[in-house]
């Protein structure tokens, strides 16, 4: 399967922004689906993911209550609706995917392919 990820920009503190991941090349229900962040000197790490068959885990403290994840199987596309972004959220966003994912989705090594990346900046 490849992705697509797209929807980053710059944005001030406290705005929304929505984040797609278009997949294409593969069955797209069979694939869980995660998106990982990586900061500027910081190392890639985990945000959020969907299971193929439904369920959501997200990271930690950090995004809960902001962020939320999604899926639309009818297109191909995962989504990462963040809210209320803050400065600490800039950072390169990547999707990824995992064919029939059900555990450890917070773990990088799951997952056999991954989107370019989309760059969010948030300004203070």
């Known amino acids: 399967v490849q992705l697509q990820a797209s929807g980053g920009g710059l944005v001030q503190a406290g705005a929304s922004l929505r984040l797609s991941c278009a997949a294409s090349g593969d069955t797209f229900t069979k694939y869980t689906m995660g998106w990982f962040r990586q900061g500027p000197g910081k190392e890639r790490e985990f945000v959020a993911g969907?299971?193929?068959?439904?369920?959501?885990?997200y990271a930690s403290d950090s995004v809960k209550g902001r962020f939320t994840i999604s899926r639309d199987n009818a297109k191909n596309t995962a989504y990462l609706q963040m809210n209320i972004l803050k400065p600490e959220d800039t950072a390169v966003y990547y999707c990824?995917?995992?064919?029939?994912?059900?555990?450890?989705?917070?773990?990088?090594?799951?997952?056999?392919?991954w989107g370019q990346g989309t760059l969010v900046t948030v300004s203070s």
């Open positions: 990824a995917a995992k064919m029939y994912g059900t555990v450890r989705l917070e773990m990088r090594s799951n997952y056999d392919h």
């Open positions: 969907v299971r193929w068959g439904g369920g959501y885990v």
